[in-house]
């Protein structure tokens, strides 16, 4: 059973970081793709950052590339699916979602079958 937990989210200056976390359980196929979501109220769900588990490759989103990292990490206690957020701006307001999907990896968020509860990124202006 696939289970994900997100944390890490909340307030932060413009210009400040935040490292947000996805505590992952279970997979969907022999290979799978984590990725990072985001959303603002009334907005369709943007694809953020997607890597293929475990080594990648990696995908940002043009409007993150150069300031957001993505990465992996898989122990004995689980594995963990990180966005480092630096140089955060207001317009990075949203709720990050992280998701899994089957097979290779894709920017479109229906093509994720799995989803966690979201944590809030709150950048003021």
Same mark, same amino acid.
């Given at each position: ?5 997100? !944390?890490?989210?909340? &307030?932060?200056? /413009? ?9 992952? !359980?279970?997979? $969907? ?11 603002? &109220? ?9 890597? /293929?588990?475990?080594?990648? &490759? ?31 701006? &207001? ?10 999907? /089957?097979?290779?990896?894709? $920017?479109? /968020? $229906? $093509? ?14």
């Amino acid at each position: 059973q696939v289970r994900l937990a997100e !944390s890490g989210g909340g &307030p932060v200056q /413009a210009g400040g970081s935040l490292r947000l976390s996805c505590a992952a !359980s279970g997979r $969907a196929s022999a290979t799978n793709c984590l990725g990072w979501f985001r959303q603002i &109220p009334g907005e369709e769900r943007e694809a953020v950052a997607t890597m /293929a588990i475990p080594a990648g &490759p990696t995908w940002l989103s043009d409007s993150v590339k150069g300031r957001f990292t993505i990465s992996f990490s898989s122990e004995n206690f689980g594995s963990t699916l990180y966005l480092q957020m630096n140089g955060l701006k &207001p317009e990075d307001t949203a709720s990050y979602y992280c998701a899994l999907k /089957a097979d290779e990896c894709t $920017a479109s /968020a $229906a $093509a994720f079958a799995f989803w966690g509860e979201g944590t809030q990124v709150t950048v003021p202006s």
